[in-house]
């Protein structure tokens, strides 16, 4: 029997998560909160999970009695070393402290130009190397039964696993996709400062239409692969919505599963989130209008009880559809709602959300940029959030909503299809409407679908209903864990056939 650690038992499951960010260590969207939580809510159910994460600015400081577990000297382009230690919750960490990759301004993707960093190859590729040593035991005295990939910044481990001469040792790997847009493109010259092989770069290895993708190395070469809701797993074997690898997506369909996202319940808690000026709970539903005229008050908009405050906390972007709340605004404030929004993104939506709040400061709020703790606010003091999007894997923010009684208004694609009861009729009558759905995704029906919402807060009794029975979902980790560890037992017991 091999020995545990951190005193876990010596049968636990081990698996290494390889990813490119996780809360609370850094985060730029949704991933990082997956690959905060899942690990946490896998340890009940008997698995030691390892998160592998690059040494961005600032994230050694955040661990818990870091110590280094192996040298890694010339790691493309200059020394490192793997180091390991805990966050303030228990996590387990390992981290990549390679300053000539990592150490920085700017995000962990992005330099202050608001660019890609022009060697994300290579700091991605030194991600996945030291997941695929790690995954053979090459690396200190843990060595996983299983790897669990992040989206394209992770999916190279698979092509290091597949290309070492020690293959048949490799361990299983899932490849988790939690948005098939990125795609990790690179020009192919790049192959040999990634230290792969001709034979990589063959149509049916990463080659993609003239250019490298790390994505496709996932997707061809891990043993499974997953993506973040069962209706966007439906969605990306289509041509519509594959976004090129519909047709090798379909060729590995038996092999791919949708788990929808849970959140973190505990940080996410109305009856004791710390950022709120007043808890609530479903039971004490009433204490929501403190939070929602303090928010008013922060925001500078008129404190009023009498109109429907609906929210935004998004990326800024196209994919959000939220052009598409700018071209419905002038119906939507028709109504006499007000409008708070919070996100960074594309420059023309920033100036474009702005103009609206000079164009009517009594009825629309713009932050630009992101602040957690505002967003918490947002969140409980809400009546309703705006989810237009496009496509959408999962999302996180109609979670929070459900969460706080902030009713979610959301286009039924992906995720949001999968985690939102649209508020018709019937569901009306059998009292297990959530929120509302609306499509196709257009201005039109986006307007319509939040004048369906207002009409509904406008019937306290109807509203309060669908507020108590949203904030009774089931969104947690902890389902969702229990069907993660059901495919990981499915895929060690395929390999072990």
Not at 185 to 208: I, T
Request: a negative charge; aromatic letters at 8%; hydrophobic letters at 45%.
């Amino acid at each position: 029997m091999r020995s545990g650690v951190d005193g876990l038992p010596s049968d636990y499951v081990k698996i290494l998560f390889v990813t490119p960010e996780c809360y609370p260590l850094v985060k730029t969207g949704g991933l990082a909160d997956v690959a905060g939580a899942l690990p946490m809510a896998l340890g009940p159910m008997g698995v030691d999970a390892q998160v592998l994460l690059p040494g961005y600015p600032g994230v050694r400081a955040q661990l818990h009695s870091a110590q280094r577990v192996a040298r890694l000297p010339g790691l493309f382009g200059g020394n490192a070393e793997l180091v390991r230690g805990t966050t303030a919750h228990g996590l387990s960490v390992m981290l990549i402290d390679a300053p000539h990759l990592y150490h920085r301004p700017g995000g962990p993707y992005l330099g202050p130009d608001g660019k890609d960093w022009p060697d994300n190859h290579l700091r991605f590729a030194a991600l996945s190397w030291v997941g695929a040593q790690l995954a053979f035991g090459r690396l200190g005295d843990w060595k996983p039964d299983l790897v669990h990939l992040h989206d394209w910044q992770a999916a190279l481990t698979a092509a290091y696993l597949r290309f070492d001469k020690e293959r048949a040792a490799a361990p299983p790997t899932v490849l988790t996709i939690h948005n098939l847009a990125f795609q990790g493109l690179f020009e192919p010259s790049v192959r040999k400062a990634l230290q792969l092989p001709a034979e990589a770069m063959h149509v049916d290895g990463m080659e993609y239409w003239g250019t490298l993708s790390f994505l496709k190395a996932g997707v061809q070469w891990a043993s499974h692969l997953s993506t973040v809701s069962p209706t966007y797993a439906r969605e990306i074997l289509t041509p519509n919505d594959g976004m090129g690898f519909d047709g090798l997506l379909r060729a590995r369909s038996n092999e791919l599963t949708g788990i929808v996202n849970g959140i973190d319940t505990g940080l996410w808690d109305p009856e004791t989130d710390p950022h709120l000026a007043a808890p609530f709970s479903a039971r004490k539903l009433t204490a929501k209008a403190k939070n929602t005229a303090a928010l008013q008050r922060e925001l500078g908009l008129p404190v009023r009880s009498d109109v429907p405050v609906l929210a935004v906390v998004s990326r800024l972007t196209a994919q959000k559809g939220l052009d598409l709340l700018l071209d419905a605004l002038p119906r939507v404030l028709a109504t006499d709602a007000q409008l708070v929004v919070l996100g960074t993104g594309d420059t023309a939506l920033e100036a474009d959300f702005r103009d609206a709040a000079e164009a009517y400061p009594t009825q629309v709020a713009t932050v630009i940029g992101f602040d957690e703790a505002l967003s918490h606010r947002l969140q409980a003091g809400a009546h309703a959030m705006v989810v237009p999007s496009r496509f959408e894997p999962c999302g996180l923010t109609q979670l929070y909503g459900l969460r706080y009684g902030a009713i979610p208004v959301v286009a039924r694609v992906g995720g949001l299809a999968d985690t939102v009861i649209d508020a018709n009729e019937a569901a009306l009558h059998d009292g297990v409407a959530t929120g509302v759905q609306f499509s196709p995704v257009e201005a039109d029906a986006l307007a319509v679908a939040i004048e369906r919402t207002i009409e509904l807060f406008r019937d306290k009794v109807a509203w309060q209903k669908i507020q108590k029975r949203a904030m009774s979902r089931d969104v947690g980790w902890g389902s969702r864990a229990a069907q993660y560890e059901s495919l990981y037992a499915k895929v060690l017991a395929g390999r072990a056939q």
